[in-house]
């Protein structure tokens, strides 16, 4: 089992840039795959980033691209997610997910969670 802790959310306005880290209770080394998943109001969860174990195999949902930066330091147990040029549309509660297969695009594919934080971009 592992647990999750998110940080580094908060308010930005449009066009900023916000940093959010997920430190991990033991080794992320052997957990394949961690994740940012997204959930605004009304909407439901989807995946934003995910990095592979090496960082070899990364993915972004479309709206993100170039935009945000997902890194994991494994010596750290931590995962980041950069977020920059910010948009009112990526307003949401940002989770941590991880999970030990390859990459998977659905949130419901990822077993562990943390209990998120709050992203809010005002225009």
């Known amino acids: 089992q592992v647990q999750l802790v998110e940080s580094g959310g908060g308010l930005v306005q449009a066009g900023g840039s916000l940093r959010l880290s997920c430190a991990a209770s033991?080794?992320?080394?052997?957990?394949?795959?961690m994740g940012w998943v997204r959930q605004a109001p009304g909407n439901e969860r989807e995946l934003a980033a995910a990095?592979?174990?090496?960082?070899?195999?990364?993915y972004y949902v479309d709206s993100v691209k170039g935009r945000f930066t997902i890194s994991r330091d494994n010596a750290k147990n931590t995962v980041y997610l950069q977020m920059n040029s910010l948009k009112t549309e990526d307003t949401a509660v940002y989770y941590c997910?991880?999970?030990?297969?390859?990459?998977?695009?659905?949130?419901?594919?990822?077993?562990?969670w943390g209990q998120g934080t709050q992203v809010t971009v005002s225009s």
């Open positions: 990095i592979s174990w090496d960082g070899s195999k990364i």
């Open positions: 997910a991880a999970r030990a297969e390859i990459i998977a695009t659905m949130p419901r594919q990822y077993n562990y």
């Open positions: 033991r080794s992320i080394d052997r957990i394949n795959v």
